[in-house]
């Protein structure tokens, strides 16, 4: 698997970041007001999460998520996760529990809402075969073994709702990723646990393949 290096850039942008997220205020109390947390968190969005997450949420690597144009219940939810460490997975741990900590609450929300804002990322082609092959178990799951279709809780154009994330237009490598810490259960996610349980490694490029693509 490609592996992020874990052993010195996510430190050094973590103490880059807390540096930056204090000198920005970020602990500011809890009752401040709704504006000034979607001030800054578009600010810190810009200077801090762009390290990765890419200008506007749209990532250039493969290896970090887009966070443009996704749901924003699932953006918080994700946010919580990181916090409770409930998503656990080696690169959570690595680069996002230190980013989360420094996150609270209210400024859950107003990262969620920045995010959910952006114009997402355009679909990326892929290989035709891949897509085809993952457009099939996308829309159609798998009856036979028991795998429900994809688009019963994605959305049928993989746009997501609510807390079921957005894939369309995700780097593929990422969803290929979350596919494997899911099924080692890394990631607490009840829903998905049971339905990819079965989920080969072919099976995981084709459907992330063809999400990348929509
Ligand atoms: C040093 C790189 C780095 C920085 C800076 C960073 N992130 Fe992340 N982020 C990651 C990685 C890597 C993941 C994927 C974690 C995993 O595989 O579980 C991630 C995942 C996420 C997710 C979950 C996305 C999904 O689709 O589930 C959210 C939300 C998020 N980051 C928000 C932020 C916010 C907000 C900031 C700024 C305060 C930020 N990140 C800064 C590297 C970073
Ligand atoms: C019954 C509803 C349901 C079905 C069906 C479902 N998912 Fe999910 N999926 C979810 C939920 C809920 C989450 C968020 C989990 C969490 O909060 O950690 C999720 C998360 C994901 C993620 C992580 C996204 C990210 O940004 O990190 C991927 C990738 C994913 N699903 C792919 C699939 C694929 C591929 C299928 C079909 C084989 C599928 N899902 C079927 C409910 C579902």
């Known amino acids: 698997m490609h592996r992020i290096d874990a052993r010195n850039r996510p430190l050094r942008a973590a103490a880059a ?5 204090l000198a920005a205020g970020f602990t500011a109390a809890a009752d401040e007001a709704k504006p000034a947390d979607a001030e ?15 200008p506007a949420g749209i990532s250039k690597s493969p290896l970090f ?12 939810a994700q946010l919580h996760a990181f916090k409770g460490k409930t998503r656990s997975d080696p690169e959570a741990h690595n680069y996002m529990w230190g980013m989360a900590t420094l996150v609270s609450d209210e400024m859950v929300d107003a990262f969620a809402h920045y ?3 952006q114009q997402p990322a355009p679909g990326t082609a892929g290989d035709p075969k891949q897509v085809e092959q993952g457009g099939k178990l996308f829309e159609q799951g798998i009856p036979e073994r028991g795998i ?8 049928s154009n993989a746009e997501g709702r609510g807390i079921f994330p957005r ?8 969803v290929v990723r979350q596919l494997q810490v899911i099924q080692k259960q890394l990631r607490s996610s009840p829903i ?9 490694p072919e099976e995981m490029t084709a459907v992330a393949a063809y999400v990348q693509s929509k």
């Not at 810190?44 to 762009?50: G, N, P, Q």
């Not at 998520?65 to 699932?74: I, K, N, V």
């Not at 998905?192 to 080969?200: A, N, V």
């Open 17 to 21: 970041a807390a540096a930056l997220l």
């Open 148 to 155: 429900v279709a994809c688009a019963n809780c994605h959305g």
């Open 192 to 200: 998905m646990h049971g339905i990819i349980k079965d989920l080969t």
């Open 65 to 76: 998520p887009r966070l443009a144009g996704q749901q924003e219940a699932y953006l918080a």
């Open 40 to 54: 800054a968190a578009a600010k810190l969005a810009a200077e801090v999460c762009s390290g990765c997450h890419g």
């Open 167 to 174: 894939l369309a237009g995700q780097q593929s490598a990422y």
């Open 115 to 117: 995010y959910a804002s």
